[in-house]
């Protein structure tokens, strides 16, 4: 009987044939709806030439974190990474390299990780909150993180596997700041 196909792979290729002769757009939204959903962030790890790193404190949320946030219904991430962190800090930013991606199935969350170094002409001494969800904003030097954020562990690690950062920002004369991105990065699944 290895030979003849079972009830569950006949019911499946009959399945297919119909599928197949629907009209392309129900087609695709039947893919759609069975499909599980995600939302789609652009986060930007913004480093000066010294290699001090920029975070915010999110008014909703205690750890450090990154310029972020959701991209809009057919924003592209490069644009949603530079228009939050202008958003958010007041900061003109350019995008530098290619993105890491960071993949959180148990929140559903897709976030694209840009590294970022401010525009030329950008002031750093005007970077401060520029929204209402950030309560402060500061620059750490490599090695004095603070306690992060879980997606913002994720976001730096991701970058740091990728090796798409120029100064990692976990290198410090001690371990602490090593300590506190590996416990956040073990908080979500990462890909990049």
Known sequence: MSGTPSVRVRAFGAFLRVFGRLPYPLRRWLVWAGSPHYTVGAICI???????????????????????????????????????????????????????VVVAPRSRRVDVVYLARPSPVASLDDVRP????????????????????????????????????PVDPTLAPSAAGRSRLDRGDRAEGTAG
Request: hydrophobic share 35%; charged share 25%; no cysteine.
């Open 130 to 165: 520029a929204s209402p969800e950030i309560v402060t904003t500061r620059w750490f030097a490599p090695g004095e993180l603070p306690d992060l954020q879980p997606d913002t562990a994720s976001a730096i690690a991701a970058l740091l596997r990728g090796g798409r950062l």
């Open 46 to 100: 913004v480093q000066r030439e010294d290699g001090a790193t920029l975070l915010v404190q999110h008014s909703y949320l205690g750890r450090w974190g990154t310029p972020g946030g959701l991209t809009k219904r057919g924003e592209p991430p490069e644009q949603a990474a530079v228009r939050e962190t202008s958003e958010e800090v007041g900061l003109a930013v350019e995008l530098v390299g290619e993105p890491a």
